[in-house]
């Protein structure tokens, strides 16, 4: 387990450059911290505080001051290590309780899910935050699986590392979830009360000891961004729109977030009766004996809890993201595997379909790429604004040459061949499983390793900050930003954030400093919108760069 989740995962995190805001705007507080030495509260981005606890930061700096500074690869380090770390405690939870077999299936099943494979490649708090809590729950359930003896210091720890990446939620779920399950067990209610009250005041402390010290620095301001993103986000009281999604968001994320073991969960549905029988669910008497059956199937009941506690959960705020249900995954998985090793011994057929679409499409990747590397693809071909992106992308995957990536292919493409060759031997019992696991496995090597940094690569403007640099450089003056989203905004403002992080947090605030001279960073279109008004004010600018991608222009001034 270990080494197939190290290989398909680990070699692959550093290649893809930056290309949206979200993961260099949380590795710049890491770079901060190691710049400046201010652990707490660091200031980034022309004095911006980081709106998250910072344990995660804490590990991407320390993982970067080993490798000698922050890179795209010992940024995303963390987050796939959370995954590991959470995949290898899926299978040993459920290895202790069920089969081998059923436990390797489900936590691969949950590795594999396009979700958390995802957040296991970025630089972003919620993989991190999800490994924690669901790894809690399942110290809190050992716990109470010995009958409640003792204190689960391990759980109690987990919980306040979780506080400290992304505020008293970390805390909140895994209580909230076991409370709600001895309650269904027929506890009293006052004593799950009591212990996980206690449990949860203690996994408070190192959150509350990091506040103390995070607001004798940031004073009022700090206080006013806790509360808006910890309070005013859980109460639909913000000040300004954050992620604000309808009521079935939560479904349709669900759906996206578990590719490609989604269309596996249609065939079943429509391939092995289950369809049919749906209406038989709502049977009063089998409903009162899956209720009384609850004692019988402890663990059943503890993963069904912690799915729909946790859905119904992020179902109350406005603010909605598919990451925010992550710990349901590995709950999820372990109903899909048994579902996969049900079909695998009496419903052949669903799996069967599924396996050789994996395998068509392994065989399919190799087509297009021979395709893109003998045929010329003209010019004309694209149009509209993303034309000159869209040509980039396909000049960049015909250029793959790297002898590994190539390797890669093939061994993806022999994958899918070997499925077909012998899919009569895998078509039963537990190696029919496997090979869904492997074929699955196979696509994300080729996907993670080759296609994936090619394309996003074309995305990302980390060789035209090269050029910014020069025409703005350091020891000529300072760079400022200018983002009219950003300065108009309520909360959460916009920067320039893969510039800031690629020219080594040297961007200050053109909005808040009113510098006299210097070298300015805007859009074309702010520039027109508002230059008028900066001549205005005295200010007078000598054109020097201009970006294509995102026409981000670099202009010298000096207020007169």
Request: glycine share 8%; charged share 15%.
């Amino acid at each position: 387990m270990l080494i197939v989740c190290s290989l398909t995962l680990l070699p692959f995190i550093g290649l893809s450059d930056y290309h949206t805001k979200g993961e260099p705007r949380e590795s710049i507080v890491s770079y901060s911290m190691l710049e400046t030495g201010n652990w707490v509260l660091p200031r980034n981005n022309g004095g911006e505080m980081a709106y998250k606890p910072p344990f995660f930061h804490w590990c991407v700096a320390a993982v970067s001051a080993v490798r000698g500074g922050v890179t795209e690869g010992s940024s995303r380090l963390p987050s796939a290590l959370a995954l590991i770390a959470m995949t290898m405690a899926t299978f040993c939870f459920f290895r202790k309780r069920t089969t081998t077999a059923l436990a390797l299936t489900a936590s691969l099943v949950a590795f594999t899910s396009f979700e958390l494979h995802k957040a296991g490649a970025n630089c972003r708090v919620d993989m991190v935050l999800t490994a924690l809590t669901v790894c809690a729950l399942y110290c809190l359930y050992r716990w109470y699986e010995k009958g409640m003896r003792g204190v689960p210091l391990l759980a109690i720890l987990l919980m306040g590392l979780g506080t400290l990446t992304k505020g008293p939620v970390g805390s909140i779920i895994p209580c909230l979830v076991m409370g709600i399950y001895m309650l269904l067990r027929r506890e009293n209610f006052w004593k799950a009360l009591g212990w996980l009250s206690l449990f949860g005041v203690l996994s408070f402390i190192p959150y509350a000891l990091w506040f103390v010290a995070a607001w004798h620095q940031g004073g009022q301001e700090f206080l006013d961004l806790m509360y808006e993103e910890n309070i005013g986000r859980m109460t639909n009281t913000m000040s300004y729109d954050s992620c604000v999604e309808p009521w079935y968001y939560n479904f349709l994320v669900i759906l996206s977030g578990w590719i490609p073991y989604t269309l596996l969960a249609l065939l079943a549905l429509f391939l092995t009766g289950c369809l049919r029988n749906i209406g038989n669910l709502w049977n009063k008497s089998k409903i009162s004996a899956a209720w009384k059956s609850r004692n019988n199937s402890p663990l059943d009941l503890f993963a069904l809890t912690s799915i729909v506690t946790i859905f119904v959960f992020y179902c109350i705020p406005q603010s909605k993201r598919s990451v925010y249900l992550m710990p349901i995954y590995p709950f999820m998985g372990y109903f899909i595997a048994r579902m996969m090793m049900w079909m695998s011994d009496w419903r052949t057929k669903p799996l069967n379909i599924f396996n050789g679409t994996l395998a068509t499409l392994s065989i399919l990747l190799f087509v297009a790429f021979v395709a893109l590397k003998f045929v010329d693809v003209p010019d004309t071909m694209f149009h509209g604004r993303h034309a000159l992106q869209n040509q980039m992308t396909v000049d960049a995957l015909s250029g793959i040459s790297q002898w590994w990536q190539l390797l890669i292919v093939v061994i993806t493409t022999a994958i899918g061949v070997l499925w077909w060759v012998y899919r009569k031997r895998v078509s039963r019992g537990v190696m029919a499983v496997a090979a869904t696991l492997v074929l699955v496995l196979g696509i994300y090597l080729s996907l993670d390793g080759v296609y994936n940094p090619t394309v996003l690569n074309v995305k990302s403007i980390k060789e035209e900050c090269a050029s910014i640099n020069l025409a703005a450089p350091a020891d000529k003056g300072k760079l400022y930003e200018y983002m009219e989203v950003g300065v108009k905004a309520k909360g959460d403002p916009a920067h320039f954030f893969e510039v800031n992080f690629y020219l080594g947090n040297r961007i200050g605030s053109f909005h808040l400093e009113k510098p006299q001279r210097g070298f300015l960073l805007i859009s074309e279109a702010d520039f027109k919108l508002n230059e008028k008004q900066f001549t205005g004010e005295g200010y007078r600018f000598e054109k020097r760069y201009e970006e294509p991608k995102r026409k981000m222009q670099i202009y010298r001034f000096e207020k007169q």
